[in-house]
């Protein structure tokens, strides 16, 4: 009975003491400093971005968390750039996958992998040959091998930051794109480049072994060094502040908790009644609104982009709709219950967009993407449709629950009927405008307006699906407990159409390529109550059962 909570003590202590030694190897840098260089720009992955963002993506990579323990992230790349050797030591190289561990002769239970370890063992090294060769030819790779690829990426990386290879120098002339190692500064007059060379190395050794008042010196006249350059094209200070300001607020944490407190307060109020718990659940409703549309405006702000680049901005945008869609809902009909089912979908979407293996980061578009109006708008339009269907499907839930509980009888049956039908039509309308305009584009694109791409094909399914749903209730066909449940079935369809051919299929439309991981325990874990719901519902419409 101990043996549980013990393992989870211990576990506990080890990362605490992982933290303590991270914080008590390095002394934590002065606040004056951090903040001097937290809005400095570099250029890293495709675009120009503060030395905050580019530390929280670098650890989030190497690690799979955004901070080392208690450090601040910038502090700790800076401090794995002064004191490469300390680190090269430290296990803070992810490796989530068991069997690559076995491969790699590690200790299966540790996640966390040092480079020393990973040198010594040499096995990565001759297990990449024969992984590239196969890249080279186009072959699929087995998911070991991906695994073994990420981890070679994460070694890369690791190697590359305790170099110092930072791209911290703006060109000298506001054509060229590139810009330049802050160790060798090419195209500006030699003065000038040891000048910034010097200002980069004061600084590091004052991060190694100076006093505050070194560091915090170091710090400035370092960004006043870069700043100095090509004063002309210097990138925005407020535009780089505003994205520290989006990181270190984290607007969507926030905001799924205000949708979570919403959705209870909601949820008591239909049940018990109560207008001031309503009117608090739709003030934590508007609150976690407000949140949710700042964090939306700050990454299209600092992108200079529409909001849906990748998955994870996707699943913003579909909650957002699927909020903003309620609102107009319970302007018109003055209920809770819409209000209730998007708070329930906003907080589940932002705790998921959280926690799956998604790239929260505000990625650069290729220019075809960011220039394509019929694209930008076929992508907004189709993912809006999502959050429609979705609001309906949890509208379909409370009916099934409600059925189940009280029976066909019961009169708050017949106007969620009517909710969840609205939520559905809007979802269609808006749906199949997508499907058209992403056809628009396609023949712009390849001369084809539709090409059975697995996403056009699932989305087509699962628009079939939902206006054959329209239709036989309108012809009175299928209503009630059966509308709902076919309701419910149909996000089966939508998400084979939004997530699974994202990640598991290969087409136009993959982030996977094929090389899908397997299904997560927790959506299998969905499938398995969602159609064991949908059964004792049947069951109970057909009188079969009594609950």
Not at 185 to 193: D, I, L, Q
């Amino acid at each position: 009975m101990t043996r549980v909570p013990i393992l989870r003590l211990a576990l506990a202590m080890t990362v605490l003491a992982a933290s303590f030694a991270w914080s008590s190897h390095h002394k934590p840098l002065p606040a004056a400093a951090l903040e001097s260089l937290r809005a400095i720009p570099i250029q890293h992955s495709g675009r120009v971005k503060p030395l905050d963002s580019f530390a929280r993506e670098t650890l989030e990579l190497l690690t799979g968390s955004p901070r080392v323990g208690h450090l601040d992230p910038v502090q700790a790349v800076l401090s794995m750039m002064a004191d490469p050797d300390y680190w090269s030591g430290e296990a803070i190289l992810s490796v989530p996958f068991r069997p690559l561990r076995e491969a790699l002769n590690l200790d299966p239970k540790k996640t966390h992998v040092s480079l020393g370890e990973l040198l010594a063992g040499r096995e990565l090294m001759r297990m990449l040959p024969a992984i590239v060769e196969k890249q080279q030819a186009n072959e699929k790779l087995t998911m070991l091998e991906n695994e073994t690829m990420d981890l070679y990426n994460r070694f890369v990386t690791f190697d590359q930051l305790t170099k110092q290879e930072l791209n911290l120098v703006t060109p000298p002339s506001a054509q060229e794109a590139v810009w330049l190692s802050i160790l060798e500064p090419a195209g500006y007059e030699w003065k000038k480049g040891e000048s910034m060379k010097s200002a980069w190395t004061g600084f590091v050794d004052s991060v190694r072994s100076g006093t505050d008042e070194e560091i915090v010196l170091t710090a400035r006249v370092l960004k006043a060094e870069l700043a100095s350059a090509s004063p002309t094209h210097y990138p925005s200070g407020w535009r780089l502040s505003l994205e520290v300001l989006y990181h270190s607020l984290s607007p969507f944490r926030w905001a799924r908790w205000a949708y979570l407190m919403a959705a209870v307060a909601l949820g008591v109020s239909c049940v018990w009644g109560g207008r001031w718990l309503a009117g608090a659940g739709f003030l934590g409703m508007g609150l976690a609104f407000l949140m949710h549309v700042g964090g939306i405006a700050a990454r299209v702000i600092v992108g200079g982009r529409p909001p849906v680049s990748n998955f994870y901005e996707s699943m913003l945008w579909l909650a957002f709709v699927a909020v903003l869609l309620a609102i107009i809902f319970e302007a018109i009909y003055r209920v809770r219950y819409f209000g209730l089912c998007a708070s329930i979908l906003a907080a589940v979407t932002l705790l998921l967009a959280d926690h799956l293996p998604l790239d929260p980061s505000i990625s650069p578009v290729v220019a075809v993407l960011r220039s394509n109006l019929w694209l930008t708008v076929h992508v907004l339009t189709i993912v809006a449709s999502y959050g429609a269907l979705a609001l309906g499907v949890i509208m379909a839930h409370i009916y099934a629950g409600m059925y189940l509980v009280h029976g066909r009888g019961h009169e708050g049956l017949r106007p969620l009927d009517t909710w969840v039908y609205r939520s559905l039509q809007v979802g269609i309308v808006l749906l199949a405008a997508g499907i058209m305009l992403g056809a628009v584009w396609a023949n712009a694109s390849w001369g084809r307006y539709w090409g059975w791409d697995p996403k056009e094909t699932w989305a087509l399914v699962t628009l079939l699906w939902y206006i054959a749903m329209l239709h036989g209730r309108f012809s009175g066909w299928i209503r009630g407990a059966g509308f709902a449940l076919a309701t419910i079935a149909g996000f089966f369809f939508l998400l084979m159409t939004y997530y699974g051919v994202s990640f598991y299929l290969v087409g136009l439309h993959s982030y996977a390529g094929g090389n899908a991981k397997p299904l997560p325990p927790l959506l299998i874990a969905y499938f398995a109550a969602e159609i064991a719901f949908i059964a004792v519902v049947g069951l109970k419409a057909r009188g079969l059962v009594r609950a």
